[in-house]
Structure formats: C-alpha cells, structure tokens
C-alpha cells in the first residue's frame, strides 16, 4: 500500500496516505455562520464503528458515496476559522476530507469492547492530522476505512464538535450510508444556524455554575499526571437500574426518579469518594442537555448543529458524602428541569458576551449516547455490531446502550481510584 505507515502493538495497521475527498458538485463558498451553541464545544468527537462483513470494494464505495453526500453537507469539507470577534466560523474552502484506507492484520474481534476506549486502537483505526499543532488546524471530519483478515472492517470517525453535536453527526453518517446503499437522503440539512444567535441586546439572566472556577484543594490532578489512568464500562441491566431507582427513593424525599437522575446521582458520588476528596472540596456536575423539545416554535427538526446545553450542580464533596442519594437526585433533576427555551437563549447571550474559559478541575461531565441511532449507520454491508468512543477527557463520563434497556457507563480514572469506584458500584449492586 503506497505510503504505508506500520503501527506497532498486539495488531499491526498498514496505512494509505489520506486523499481529500471534495463535494462532487459545485456548493457554497465563504464564510459559514455558527451558533453560540456550537462555540460551547470546541473539540473532536471520535468515534468508531465495526461490521462483521466487508468487501473488496468497501472504500472505493465509502469514498464515492463521501463525495456525494459532502453536497449537502458541504461545510465539512471546509476549515475552521475565526472571524473577527475570535468566534469559531467555518470557511468553506471545499478543501476536502482526508480518506484514509488501512488494512490491520488482526481480526475485528480482537479489538474487543469498542465502547471503551483503548489509545492504540483509536490512533491505529482513527486518522489525526499529525500536522495540525492546534484545534483549529484540525480537519472538521476525517474518515478512516481498516480491512481486517476476517473479512470485516472498521470505519474511524473524528468529526468536529462545534459543527456537529451527536444527533447531527449520526444524521450526518446515516446519510453518508443512505447515499452508499443507492438511496436518496431521508433528511437534508438544514443549514441556517442564525436561529440560534445571541440576542440583540443581550440579555443573560442565569449565573451558570459550569464556569465557576474551582481550586484543587484535594491534589487531584496530580493523582492522573502520576498514575496509569484506566478506562472502563459499567454496566447496568434494566434489573439494576430499577435497584438503583428504588434506592434513590427509599428515604421517601423524591416522589419520582428518571434513570438517567439516580444513575448520574450514583456516579457523581462514587466518583468523589475515588478520587478522595477533601470534605471541603468543591466538585461540579456538568450534564449535556438536548434542547431539541425546548423551543416554543420548534426548530426545524433537520437543523445540522449543536443542539445540546449543559446544565450544572455544584456542591461539596462533603455534602455528596453526607446527604443521601435522593438529595444528589434532586439536584440533577432540577439543573435539567431548569433548561427551557429561555435557559438557552440566556446562556447564548452569557457566552456571546463574555467567552467564559471552562475549568475541568473536580468536574464531572456526562454525556448520554443511549439514544443515538447508530444501529442504522448500513452501508450496505449490514447494521455495524460495534460503536464507541475513540477517547475520554479525564473528566467525562458517557452513558452507553447496553443490551435491550441497560446502560453502560464509560469513564477514566487513575488506576487506584478506579478500583475503589468498581468496589464502590459492586456494593451498590449487591445490596
């Protein structure tokens, strides 16, 4: 393969050089709008998803079927750029996605559980600029096609958050696959992101706890800087999670309890005792909301970009320790209760007015991947058995679809907090 590069580990990955895939019909030049929203995000999602049956043609398809679907999602075939404010826009330069094909020679099954992220796995089956030196140098989606000797293959994903949010991504890949099977696109994008803009004059009405700045009182940071850090899934029937719902309820203070709460309000607390914060410790809880449901008049519902918020709970490591879990509960369920279409709005004027810099000490943040729908991202190949996350910051924590109606939960830790929060979980589960 002409300008192979040979990863070393367990599985070697034979490597083409990227090619540029462009839309194959003339599209949209200059600059492309992108909302407050969209500004909240600035960082690559990765993501890789596995099909038991390939074919000799497989990339040849991938890449034509790119070149087709980039007409109308042209504006990542562009460039990050900032305009003169230093907001994130797009320039749509038509510059291409890198297309890289790669050959492992290892079977799909060795890669094991994709949900959790292995850094050899995501640099052998995930294709990184290795020349950009900053964010906004990175290409805003690449795609990497890897054969494996069982006949299956992979397709490695980074596309960039402040163009994309999961739902939109999975749109986008969907579509790319419509495209692949023959079919015309079920949803064309919308692209008119001034719908979602700051206000004229601006008028925030919300603090926003996420962007207070937290010292680390605890010496937390040090402990991932010193240590391995470990990744690892959680995971949790229907069976478990109906346990951890009555435990969350027993004490009689909540009337009712999602499951995303008393799962989250599980985490957040075992998580802090891991990591063995001090009592006086301040810790944030940051949780990715879609506001999809949020409007009055409701955006159109093939609207490409970012329609997610986050919402937060501060408190002290103390207080999570001390109280019982209905009380963390509660908090959760009021930060998302409190995100409505003026929540929004307000938050886009907060950032448009301010550009607030986010602080990850002693924060958890939690993403939910349990509804996108990746299990139709076909080909024409068949449904991909696989799909996960090609990397976690330290201080994010995904939810998973596990089974008919589990979750898996997929987070980092040093290697001695985590195995005080597995100790942490499995008493919860026996109980």
């Known amino acids: 393969m002409e300008g192979m590069i040979t990863n ?55 890449k034509q079927a790119l070149a087709k679907v980039l007409v109308h999602y042209y504006p990542l075939a562009g460039t990050m ?20 094909e790669a050959v492992a020679d290892g079977t799909i099954a060795s890669l ?62 969907n579509s790319w696959a419509e495209v692949a099977r023959g079919q015309t696109l079920s949803v064309v994008p919308f692209h008119d992101r001034t719908l979602l803009q700051a206000r004229v004059p601006p008028a925030p009405k919300y603090p926003y706890d996420d962007f207070v700045d937290i010292k680390d009182v ?12 470990i990744n690892k899934i959680f995971t949790f029937d229907a069976g478990k999670l109906a346990d951890i719902k009555k435990m969350a309820m027993a004490d009689g203070r909540l009337q ?5 709460s008393a799962l989250a309000a599980l985490v957040w607390k075992a998580r802090c005792k891991a990591l063995n914060m001090k009592h006086a410790q301040l810790t944030k809880l940051r949780i990715l909301v879609d506001v999809r449901s949020k409007f009055k008049k409701p955006l159109p519902k093939n ?39 003026e929540y929004v709005r307000s938050r886009m004027d907060y950032i448009d007015m301010y550009k607030p810099p986010l602080s990850t000490v002693s ?55 985590m195995i005080t929060f597995q100790d942490l979980i499995e008493q919860v589960s026996d109980q």
């Open 8 to 62: 070393g580990g367990e599985m070697s990955v034979r490597k083409s050089l990227p090619v540029l895939v462009t839309p194959e019909l003339e599209t949209p030049g200059g600059y492309y709008f992108l909302s407050c929203l969209d500004q909240d995000i600035p960082f690559p999602m990765l993501t890789i998803y596995s099909y038991r049956t390939g074919s000799e043609t497989v990339a040849d398809v991938l």
């Open 81 to 100: 750029s900032l305009d003169s404010r230093g907001r994130f826009v797009v320039e749509c330069t038509k510059n291409g996605v890198p297309f890289v």
């Open 112 to 173: 094991g559980d994709l949900r959790v992220p292995n850094e050899d796995t995501t640099r052998k089956l995930i294709y990184m600029d290795p020349k950009a030196k900053s964010y906004i140098e990175l290409p805003l989606l690449t795609a990497q096609v890897t054969k494996f000797k069982c006949g299956g293959f992979t397709l490695g994903i980074a596309i960039s958050h402040t163009v994309v949010d999961g739902v939109s991504g999975m749109n986008f890949i």
């Open 218 to 229: 605890s010496e937390m940071d040090s402990r991932y800087k010193n240590e391995s850090n």
């Open 256 to 260: 009712a309890c999602s499951t995303f």
């Open 303 to 341: 609207y490409f970009g970012n329609q997610v918020v986050f919402t937060c709970c501060v408190t002290t490591a103390g207080e999570l320790s001390e109280r019982p879990i209905s009380y963390t509960v509660e908090q959760i369920r009021k930060a998302c209760e409190q995100v409505d279409e």
């Open 363 to 417: 924060t958890l943040v939690i993403s939910s991947w349990a509804r996108l729908a990746y299990g139709t991202s076909n080909f024409g190949l068949g449904d991909p058995t696989q799909f996960g996350c090609g990397a976690l910051a330290s201080e994010l924590c995904v939810f998973q679809p596990d089974g008919e109606k589990g979750i898996g939960v997929v987070m980092m830790l040093p290697e001695s907090a």
